[in-house]
């Protein structure tokens, strides 16, 4: 549906529940975008408080889809956009804070190259502004074991931005607090994976999105800040679940049956590591997450199984290639950091 000029249009949501406090401080700087066919979307969880009434009352130019319950993030999403029409969208936390010319130095970019499915800006500490913040920094990467870490971020180690990672390249994830999608191709491989809840569901669709042949990318140019840290604390045991069922779940989905059938095995020794170092940390919570995380993917195999099943013809449908965009770290990023001490991307000598 391109708009006057031939420009793409974009959707711009926000999926809420309870945010009014934070959909006072950073809607505005969302409204203040100066991409001209751009809409901005609240997609509203049900909440509780008076969340819509001061959307409707002070941003009247702000579109509402209000959610019959709280369906979590990612069900969120699938549901609320299923009722907005645009060529893309920015899928947005509530607790970003943009700079105006964000949208449009993305947007110029997609709109040159075709075979980008989907991107990020870089990612800054809306705290720390001279920081990157944890969660997608300036691009997010896998290694050869399917542990995840960033361009600017590895593990807790977490860089000043210098300027030193300013071109734009492809990527393996795009961060989930401000990433742009083609819309078709989000329908077409039924959105985000509403059984993750939480955690690496946006690394599960660049995933997806890379199988069929599509490009995922960062745009340094652009910026964003990022509060992070909302919904589940770093030391928490639920996320320490998630984070590991998730992963493997992922794992099981995308990877190649030739590499799922030896990768996995090690990387569940490779997690039981994990487990001894929470231990030895004094966090028996930790380590009873992550065995928990390994019981619920051998209890639920067969399920993650048909999921990988359904993803594959997910993919068949909407390929441009046959080829995977294979964006790999094709070493251990664990004996990198941790055995090496190489703990900046820059470090790693790609």
Not at 144 to 171: A, H, N, P
Not at 225 to 236: D, F
Request: glycine share 6%.
């Amino acid at each position: 549906m391109k708009t006057a000029g031939n420009q793409a249009s974009i959707a711009i949501v926000i999926l809420n529940w309870n945010g009014r406090a934070l959909l006072e401080e950073f809607l505005p700087s969302v409204i203040a975008t100066d991409y001209p066919q751009a809409s901005v979307w609240l997609a509203d969880n049900a909440s509780t408080d008076d969340s819509v009434e001061f959307v409707k009352q002070h941003y009247p130019q702000v579109k509402l889809v209000v959610l019959d319950k709280n369906w979590g993030f990612a069900e969120g999403y699938n549901k609320a956009l299923q009722q907005i029409e645009a060529d893309y969208y920015l899928l947005l936390n509530s607790d970003v804070e943009m700079t105006p010319d964000c949208v449009s130095k993305v947007m110029t970019e997609l709109q040159k190259d075709p075979s980008v499915g989907a991107a990020q800006p870089k990612i800054l500490a809306q705290k720390q502004k001279t920081h990157f913040e944890y969660a997608g920094a300036c691009g997010g990467f896998l290694d050869k074991w399917g542990y995840s870490f960033c361009r600017g971020r590895i593990f807790d180690t977490v860089e000043e931005d210098i300027l030193q990672y300013q071109q734009k390249m492809e990527i393996a994830w795009a961060g989930g607090c401000a990433i742009f999608v083609k819309s078709t191709l989000y329908h077409k491989l039924n959105g985000l994976d509403a059984d993750f809840f939480a955690h690496f569901e946006e690394i599960d669709l660049c995933w997806r999105l890379r199988r069929a042949g599509y490009k995922v990318m960062v745009y340094p140019q652009a910026t964003v800040y990022h509060v992070g840290g909302a919904t589940l604390s770093s030391g928490s045991p639920r996320k320490t679940y998630l984070n590991f069922r998730n992963n493997l779940a992922m794992l099981i989905k995308n990877l190649p049956t030739s590499k799922l059938l030896w990768l996995l095995p090690w990387r569940m020794v490779l997690d039981g590591v994990a487990g001894i170092k929470f231990l030895a940390d004094r966090q028996p919570k930790n380590l009873w997450a992550v065995i928990k995380a390994h019981w619920s993917i051998e209890w639920r195999f067969f399920f993650w199984l048909k999921k990988r099943r359904l993803a594959k013809e997910a993919i068949e449908s909407c390929a441009i290639s046959k080829e995977e965009q294979v964006v790999e770290y094709p070493k251990s990023i664990l004996l990198a950091y941790f055995g090496k001490k190489q703990q900046k991307y820059s470090d790693l000598n790609l």
